[in-house]
């Protein structure tokens, strides 16, 4: 299927040097990854912040609020959970305790977070430039938050 070769790249600084490239699961979760192409595609990720980046835990980002408390004005998507471990490099939707309310925001995790999995979904795999999102700067929220200047599907 020609939509296992699609990749998401966060520009995040550095004048493209900062990208990091996620390739993309629709066989794990199509819905959410198609919500993340159309997102994408809308420049909705463009100038959004991480607004929370814990060390030795995940990256979250995808709030144009900055806040955490924002998304986009889509209805929220429906639970994809599956059997995708949370580790190193693993791209997965943020939600609220209701299960079936990730929308846009996301993380990726720095580390192996394995007591995440099967409750929330896993939609990508980073596949270069783990260094820029180590390189974010950390706290919830970070004092001069790292940002995507833009995303693009490829």
Known sequence: MADDTL???LDTGNGGGGDVVIKLRPDLAPGHVARIVELTKEGFYDGVIFHRVIPGFMAQGGDPKGTGMGGSSKPDLKAEFNAE???RGVCSMARASNPDSANSQFFICF????FLDRQYTVWGQVTSGMEHVDALPKGEPP???GKIVTATIS
Request: charged share 25%; net charge negative; aromatic share 0%.
């Open 85 to 87: 471990p949370h580790v």
């Open 7 to 9: 990749t998401l790249t």
């Open 111 to 114: 580390d192996d977070a394995t």
């Open 143 to 145: 004092r001069a938050p």
